[in-house]
């Protein structure tokens, strides 16, 4: 079976950090791309970031571009979004989704999702 459990969300101020961590089952140890994902109130899930597990290759969407970056520990299965520079239009569910596809930023793309975790960041 699939799990990915994220975790670390939570209310930041405005200019704060944060750093968001995903930690997936045996199972994903497998998966070839590994996202993060967010969601506002009554917008659509957006694209964040992504890593290639095995080229570590990273991509990131305009909006968090040089200020969040992915990382992953391969050896403890997780995946991290260290977010800084928070700005309050960073406010969403954030999910952590994997998959087997080489396509990293469309949502339909991916499998397998968490439950989400909340960033709610304050001006």
């Known amino acids: 079976q699939v799990h990915l459990v994220e975790s670390g969300g939570r209310s930041v101020q405005a200019g704060d950090s944060l750093r968001l961590s995903c930690v997936g089952s045996?199972?994903?140890?497998?998966?070839?791309?590994t996202g993060w994902f967010r969601q506002a109130p009554g917008k659509e899930r957006e694209f964040v970031a992504a890593?290639?597990?095995?080229?570590?290759?990273?991509y990131y969407s305009d909006s968090v571009s040089g200020r969040f970056t992915i990382s992953r520990d391969n050896a403890k299965n997780t995946v991290y979004l260290q977010m800084n520079s928070l700005k309050s239009e960073d406010t969403a569910v954030y999910y952590c989704?994997?998959?087997?596809?080489?396509?990293?930023?469309?949502?339909?793309?991916?499998?397998?999702w968490g439950q989400g975790t909340q960033v709610t960041v304050s001006s």
């Open positions: 989704a994997a998959t087997d596809r080489t396509e990293q930023s469309r949502p339909d793309a991916y499998d397998y």
């Open positions: 890593v290639f597990r095995k080229t570590m290759t990273k």
């Open positions: 045996e199972r994903t140890r497998d998966l070839y791309v």
